[in-house]
């Protein structure tokens, strides 16, 4: 089960107080989705993976923690209305403002902030803006990759669930037909999201819906 807590935490920016929730303990069984998105319990909890100053804005893991660029960022246009895009949650828009953060330092960090967006759109059935973030996920990874790609093998799987599920399936075709990775279990999803692009399929799987695939690949137990 998922326990939560209700903490007062001081914002590193404004040194206001503010009370956030976060996870106590939270768990998962069974298979995570091709995109590492983990399964009950933890995944319901993905509200908690993020916290908003109420008084300045700030967008943060924790948002005790000292943000690293200009503090000015947090009144520009871009971060205030995230890049004019229309999200249907306030979840995905925090999402997205730490994407716009990490961005400038980080671009790991900012790869998994807006794949975390693109789950929060999942989540408030904003179709539209599940498949954008999406997009803008793979251009991070295309970027990480470009300065080194060694190690970086659970990226190209994440990336062609990222293909897919934003209907760039002649794209994921052409990128993965004649992909070999090392690993059996690698491949062998690869060719499953192969076999899924060329059937147009959008939908949302699983590892353990890949035959002869560890239901585990990939996965995380965490208990936090
Ligand atoms: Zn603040």
């Known amino acids: 089960m998922t326990t939560v807590n209700d903490v007062e935490m001081i914002c590193s920016v404004c040194k206001k107080s503010s009370t956030q929730t976060i996870i106590g303990s939270s768990n998962n069984w069974g298979s995570s989705d091709l995109d590492t ?29 000292e ?5 000015d960022f947090l009144n520009s246009t871009e971060y205030m209305t995230c890049d004019g895009i229309d999200f249907k949650s306030e979840l995905s828009e925090r999402f997205y403002k730490l994407y716009l953060i990490e961005r400038k330092t980080d671009d790991m960090r900012a790869f998994h902030a807006i794949l975390h967006c693109a789950w929060a759109c999942d989540d408030a059935h904003d179709e539209s803006n599940s498949k954008h973030t999406r997009q803008l996920a793979v251009k991070m990874i295309d970027k990480i990759l470009k300065s080194d790609d060694s190690g970086m093998d659970n990226l190209i799987l994440i990336k062609a669930d990222l293909l897919r599920r934003s209907d760039e399936f002649d794209l994921l075709i052409k990128e993965y037909e004649d992909l070999e990775l090392d690993d059996e279990d690698s491949n062998k999803i690869i060719r499953f999201q192969v076999e899924k692009a060329r059937q147009k399929d959008n939908g949302r799987y699983k590892f353990e819906n890949v035959s002869g695939v560890d239901p585990n690949f ?6 936090i």
């Open 37 to 65: 998105r983990p399964s009950e319990m933890l995944r319901s909890t993905i509200w908690l993976w993020i916290e908003e100053c109420p008084h300045c804005g700030y967008v943060a893991g924790y948002i005790e923690d």
């Open 67 to 71: 943000l690293k660029i200009d503090t």
């Open 218 to 223: 990939g996965g995380m137990r965490i208990y």
